[in-house]
Structures are given as C-alpha cells and as structure tokens.
C-alpha cells in the first residue's frame, strides 16, 4: 500500500509560480514511477511529468520548459515546480505512484491562474 498527500496548490496570477508537494508514505520501495496528472474542468485527466525510479524525468509538450519534476534523496517527497504559469494550466493536480498492476492517487489540490 502507498498513501500520497499533495500540498502547495492555490491561486496565482499568469506568469508566476507555484510549488506542488506530494508526501509519500507506506511501501515506498515498490514504486516503479512517480507522476503528476491534471484534470481540467471538462477535460479528461492528463499526464503533466513523471519521474522514474532511476529518476530521469519526462514531460507533456504543453509545460516543457516550465515545469519542474524532482524528488528528494529519501523519496518520500515528490515535487512539482511550476513557473510562467498560464490560465490554462487551471486544474486539479494528482500525484500518482505507479507499482506494476496498481495506481495509487493522491486526493488533488487545486491549481488555479488567473489572467
């Protein structure tokens, strides 16, 4: 079992920043990746950046660039630096931690930009 907990959403105006946290506890060591989804009202949920085991780092298109996955040396924490933030990056953001058959899902925090 794995428990994530995000922090850090909020409202901001377009071109700032926001860190998102993503406290993770239980077995840790199972986790083949981690990952930060979205979900936009309307919208289905999307990947926005992911982090392996070995930690190489991948991102969607649309926040290259701007946002920055990391984690620190325990893995207990996963972050989420999102810089020159843009109205449609308004979303719901999830922290996911993938072990092979099961997701596990973090409850969301709110990101909202305003222009």
């Known amino acids: 079992q794995v428990q994530l907990v995000e922090s850090g959403g909020g409202l901001v105006q377009a071109g700032g920043s926001l860190r998102l946290s993503c406290s993770v506890s239980?077995?840790?060591?199972?986790?083949?990746?981690m990952r930060w989804y979205r979900q936009a009202p309307g919208k289905q949920r999307e990947l926005v950046a992911g982090i392996s085991s070995g930690g190489s780092a991948n991102y969607a298109d649309s926040v290259k660039g701007r946002f920055t996955i990391s984690r620190n040396n325990a893995k207990t924490t996963v972050y989420l630096q999102m810089n020159s933030l843009k109205p449609e990056d308004t979303a719901v953001y999830y922290c996911?931690?993938?072990?092979?058959?099961?997701?596990?899902w973090g409850q969301g925090a709110q990101v909202t930009v305003s222009s």
């Open positions: 239980g077995s840790i060591f199972s986790i083949n990746a």
């Open positions: 996911n931690a993938w072990v092979p058959v099961t997701n596990y």
